[in-house]
């Protein structure tokens, strides 16, 4: 029998709850001899795979590229969770929604730069109006909160997850 595989995405985030993943330490180890871990951007595979059993997704859904990938990886996911503070209610790229995109583009493109003051054409993402949480766009099937989640409730969650027990984030706390 084949292992379970294992995922993690990166949406409109720090990066925090990928490093709190790192923290797991060599627990992290001992998960990837229980499970395959096939796409993160902590590892080098540059295409989404047509089947993930389980996929962390951090960051809120803030881009037309955001857009695109959390459709691709709920259709291709069996189980997905919203890892973080940005994924579960949008936390900090959502609060840009009160502002506005052009309003935001203005002032940071035009008012605070000091040379080469124009709106950014290609390299910057195409922003939708809101940054939303995850399960606004797609279904979630497991919330961990945290901002970051702790190492030890992330450990626990997915030691659950690959032993076939329902996960218990009970223990999530919200903020450092």
Known sequence: MSK?????VWLDG???????????DERLLELTERADLVYSPIVDTKEFPEHVDVCLV?????SEEDLHKIKMVRERTTTLIAFGD????????????PIGVPPLFE?????????NKQL???VVPRLLPTARPVHRVVKVDVFLPGCP???DLIYNMLDDLL?????????ARFGR
Do not use: K, Q
Request: hydrophobic share 35%.
């Open 163 to 171: 032993a076939g027990r329902v996960p218990n984030v009970a223990g």
């Open 14 to 24: 720090c990066s925090g709850c990928h490093m709190s993943l790192l923290d797991t």
């Open 86 to 97: 940005c994924a579960v209610t949008s936390n900090v790229p959502g609060m840009r929604n």
């Open 4 to 8: 379970p595989t294992l995922a993690t």
């Open 107 to 115: 002032r940071a493109y035009i008012e605070n730069a000091t040379t």
């Open 120 to 122: 950014p054409s290609s």
């Open 58 to 62: 951090e960051g809120a859904v803030s």
């Open 149 to 151: 989640p702790d190492a």
